[in-house]
């Protein structure tokens, strides 16, 4: 199943050029089963990129613009009364669906980001006393502008932590920016990408994913880590048991896609960075105190 990954990413390359350590980040996060947070600048291609996820997964796709107006009904969905029939019938939202892209999720008040929140750890929706089961695979993708832009409101913690991983795209690199300057459109060739493998070969696929294999001194390497996030100067909230199983489903996701059976070390440092950013707390920047702890911590459990 793993070798028909190797032209899926060949085909999101195609249209996100020159991102490939990103891209593959993102179906480390498709593959771990988890959600994904896109944060950048408006234009910087991240709707282009949960577009073309779906569309090369053969997913179905809901695309929702947040705002400051939005409520949780229009998300989540409503039940309307019938008057033929005297009964209230269920009118699903967009969150129905297999890949919901929350754009721009820093726009909607926080009472709208929480609606979010049993969908993305349960994969239910309650609504009027009513649980209603999501179907998978069931996968988020949230963009978030800068915070320091008009309009937004921080995520809280609890929000964050439900997001596996934190990416950027950046500015694109020169020759896909001269690309678009030309006029070649990503968004019109998303048209022309078809499916490459359907939504029971990626659930076959996550389930492979979680059957990789730890041995107890990489057990030992990844709870090393996590600690040192709690106790690293300059960090006030270091990583959550939560945090540390994310780790540990992207290390073996990372590991799968590359063609082993187990993890290794190099794994876990490779999935770090995304998986912990938005997690710290700190008075620093993320990706320096990260780099620290993976120099501070050694592999074999002696001090560096």
């Keep these: 199943m793993r070798q028909s ?7 999101l390359n195609s249209i996100v050029l020159g991102k490939e350590q ?20 408006p234009g910087m291609g991240k709707t282009t990129l949960s577009h073309a996820l779906a569309n090369v997964f053969g997913l179905a796709y809901k695309r929702v613009q947040f705002t400051n107006d939005m409520l949780p009904s229009d ?39 929480s609606a979010l929140l049993e969908a993305m750890e349960e994969r239910q929706v309650s609504i009027d006393g009513k649980t209603r089961q999501l179907k ?23 929000q964050l932590d439900r997001f596996h991983m934190r990416l950027s795209l950046g500015y694109p690199v020169e020759s896909a920016e001269k690309a678009l300057i030309k006029g070649q459109s990503p968004r019109e060739q998303l048209t022309s990408l078809k499916p490459l493998l359907s939504s029971e070969q990626l659930l076959e696929s996550q389930a492979q994913v979680r059957a990789v294999k ?39 996701a990372y590991a799968w896609l590359k063609g082993r ?3 290794t070390p190099e794994d876990v440092q490779s999935v770090f960075e995304p998986v912990t950013a938005h997690r710290l707390k700190s008075s620093a920047s993320s990706s320096e105190i990260i780099d620290a702890i993976l120099k501070a911590v050694d592999v074999m459990g002696s001090p560096s």
Excluded: W
């Design 75 to 113: 998300l989540l969905g409503v039940n309307v009364f019938n008057q033929a029939t005297q009964s209230f019938r269920f009118h699903p939202g967009p969150v129905f669906s297999n890949l919901v892209l929350a754009d721009e999720i820093n726009r909607a008040t926080p009472k709208t980001q």
């Design 22 to 41: 990103t891209i593959e980040h993102a179906v480390v996060c498709l593959l771990a089963n988890g959600h994904l947070l896109l944060e950048d600048l």
């Design 136 to 158: 998978p695979p069931f996968f988020v993708i949230a963009t978030q502008n800068p915070q320091e832009q008009s309009g937004t409101y921080p995520l809280p913690e609890s």
């Design 214 to 252: 730890m041995t107890d001194h990489l057990v030992d390497y990844v709870y090393r880590l996590i600690a040192a996030t709690r106790r690293f100067q300059g960090v006030s909230q270091g990583l959550s048991p939560r945090g540390a199983i994310v780790l540990v489903n992207c290390a073996k």
């Design 5 to 11: 990954f190797a032209p899926v990413l060949k085909s």
């Design 261 to 263: 059976d187990h993890v």
